[in-house]
C-alpha cells in the first residue's frame, strides 16, 4: 500500500507544500494514492518519544511505500534517520523522497543514501534548531475526520459558510481549520513544486603528510 506522510509542521515545509508535491509526483509517476498520515508532534520531539511515527512505522508491511516530501518530514536529527532506514531496510519497505524523486529501499545504491544524509547534516550546521513548539505548528482537530470532504467541498466552488452548513460546524472554527491547513491551496492547487537533483557529498577528508 501506499502512504503519504506529512509533518505538520516541519520547520521549512507546510501541510499543503509536502501534500501537493507527492501527489503531483505519485500521479506524474503512476503511482495509487493511497492513505494520509499526518504527524503533528513537535519537530524537536526526540524518534522515542513520538509515538504517532512509531506507531505507523510498525504497522507497515513488506512491500509497502511511504512518499514524503523532505527527510525533515521525518526527523532532522541524522542518527535518527539512520535508524529510520534500518527499518526501512529490514522490513522491505521502499521510501520516496519525493523532492529529489528518489526510492530508498534495501537495493538502493549505498551513495544516494549516504548523500541525502550528508546533505541533511550540512542544513543542521547551517540552521538553529529551535526548541519548544515551532510558530505554525498546529495541533490535532477534531474537523481532521472531515478533511478530505472539505477539499473535496473547496474544489466544488463552495465557500465557507455553505462547507460549515453541510457539516453543521462553527462558520468560525472550520474557517480557522482550513486557513491552518493551507486547504484552499491543496484543493486548488496553488503551490510551487519542483524537484530538485540529489545533492552531491564532497569529500573533506584532509590529506597529510
Given at each position: 500500500m501506499n502512504y503519504i506522510y506529512l509533518r505538520s509542521k516541519s520547520d521549512r515545509y507546510s501541510l499543503a507544500v509536502q501534500e501537493k508535491s507527492i501527489k503531483n509526483y505519485m500521479n506524474i509517476n503512476g503511482y495509487e494514492i493511497g492513505a494520509i498520515e499526518i504527524e503533528v508532534s513537535p519537530f524537536n520531539k526526540p524518534l522515542d518519544e513520538r509515538i504517532e511515527f512509531k506507531t505507523f512505522i510498525h504497522m507497515l508491511k513488506k512491500g509497502d511505500r511511504v512518499f514524503v516530501y523532505d527527510l525533515r518530514a521525518l526527523s532532522h536529527r541524522v542518527g535518527e534517520l539512520i535508524q529510520i532506514f534500518n527499518c526501512v531496510f529490514n522490513h522491505d519497505i521502499e521510501l520516496v523522497v519525493t523532492k529529489y524523486g528518489v526510492n530508498i529501499n534495501k537495493n538502493t545504491p549505498s551513495y544516494i543514501s549516504i548523500s541525502l544524509l550528508n546533505q541533511q547534516r550540512e542544513e543542521n550546521k547551517n540552521q538553529e534548531i529551535h526548541t519548544g513548539r515551532p510558530k505554525g505548528s498546529i495541533s490535532k482537530s477534531k474537523y481532521?475526520?472531515?478533511r478530505e470532504k472539505i477539499i473535496r467541498m473547496i474544489k466544488e466552488g463552495k465557500n465557507v459558510s455553505e462547507i460549515a452548513k453541510?457539516?453543521?460546524?462553527?462558520?468560525?472554527?472550520?474557517?480557522?481549520?482550513?486557513?491552518?491547513?493551507?486547504?484552499?491551496?491543496i484543493a486548488l492547487g496553488d503551490i510551487k513544486i519542483e524537484i530538485l537533483d540529489i545533492p552531491k557529498s564532497e569529500c573533506k577528508i584532509n590529506q597529510k603528510g
Open positions: 481532521d475526520i472531515y453541510e457539516l453543521g460546524v462553527n462558520r468560525s472554527s472550520i474557517r480557522d481549520y482550513i486557513n491552518s491547513r493551507e486547504l484552499k491551496k
